[in-house]
């Protein structure tokens, strides 16, 4: 009687290892593997470099605390960013905030998982770092300098500065990618981005018309100016705008809300990798780092433009 109720056990415990094999053995292709093409490689590993910023802001704004004191595991050991601080937050942006903090690490785990990726890179996400960005969008200094963690205002703009940048990236990225493991992938990032994209975009746009104090300039007016300067950096005509448009950009060209941002048939605008680094440098150069990464961005694609 005992002999053979171990026996069915054994034989249960037997069909549960065969299962398990199976399992991770159909499983294999979605980790990281040597399936996916090189050129897919590079362009996944690429948006490494803005997920870890995205990450930092939204968890050090929301939060108080990075990928340090969260997933250490993520940071692969890469140094901690600079100037990362808490926002003065309502309840609500918090809220969102956060929710948007855990996303990014989620997809820098989704990545990671994929492709080799790197440590995270040295970020300069001081309030220095966004009011040198708002005093290029504006072509003056901004007197007292922006500060990105003031209020929610303050940081809803700051935050408009970042997600749509990786969001013109995955779409620049799809159609030069050749495995469907990547398509997925981009796929699945792009459509969390955006949506971030769209959430920090309807709350602007609800406050659209109200002055940024101390300044007397409205929230549209800055989104106008980020927007401008990104088209200047970034070097390939129109790809970005504001919230309120001259009505020729709007949807149709009929309307001048401009809640998303979308080409003459309102779809996203995609960005190449160098537009993308010209950008986040600051520099309109691909070869000259700053702004965000004081050394630079990581991957191949980046270095292959580092010290020309
Ligand atoms: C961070 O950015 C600010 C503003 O551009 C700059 O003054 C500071 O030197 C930067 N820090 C580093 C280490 O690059």
């Given at each position: 009687m005992a002999l053979s109720t171990s026996g069915a056990s054994t034989t249960a415990l037997m069909a549960a290892i065969i299962l398990l094999l199976l399992l991770l053995g159909g499983s294999a292709e979605y980790s990281v593997n040597s399936e996916i093409p090189k050129s897919d490689v590079d362009l996944l590993e690429f948006p490494l470099n803005l997920e870890y910023l995205e990450a930092e802001f939204f968890s050090w704004g929301a939060l108080g605390r990075g990928l340090d004191a969260f997933a250490p595991e993520l940071t692969k050991g890469g140094p901690p960013p600079l100037g990362a601080r808490m926002a003065k937050l309502s309840p609500l942006i918090k809220d969102i905030i956060a929710q948007f903090a855990f996303q990014e690490f989620g997809h820098l785990r989704a990545i990671q998982k994929t492709v080799p990726g790197f440590p995270r890179p040295l970020l300069n996400i001081s309030a220095a770092s966004f009011a040198n960005i708002m005093n290029n969008a504006f072509e003056k200094p901004l007197v007292p300098p922006f500060d990105p963690y003031a209020n929610d205002i303050n940081y809803l703009l700051a935050s408009y500065v970042i997600p749509y940048v990786g969001l013109t990236g995955y779409v620049g990225a799809n159609p030069e990618l050749l495995s469907p493991t990547a398509r997925r992938l981009v796929a699945g990032l792009l459509g969390v981005e955006s949506g971030q994209d769209a959430v920090l975009r309807a709350l602007l746009y609800e406050r659209a018309l109200v002055k940024v104090f101390p300044y007397d300039i409205t929230v549209a007016e800055f989104t106008d100016k980020i927007s401008s300067l990104r088209n200047k950096l970034g070097m390939d005509g129109i790809k970005d705008e504001g919230l309120i448009v001259e009505p020729a950009l709007g949807a149709e060209g009929?309307?001048?809300?401009?809640?998303l941002v979308g080409d003459q048939y309102s779809l996203s605008f995609g960005r190449t990798p160098e537009e993308i680094l010209r950008i986040v440098y600051?520099?309109?150069?691909?070869s000259v780092p700053g702004g965000f990464y004081p050394r630079g961005a990581d991957g191949k694609i980046a270095k292959s433009h580092l010290g020309r």
């Open positions: 009929r309307i001048s809300g401009n809640v600051g520099s309109g150069r691909e």
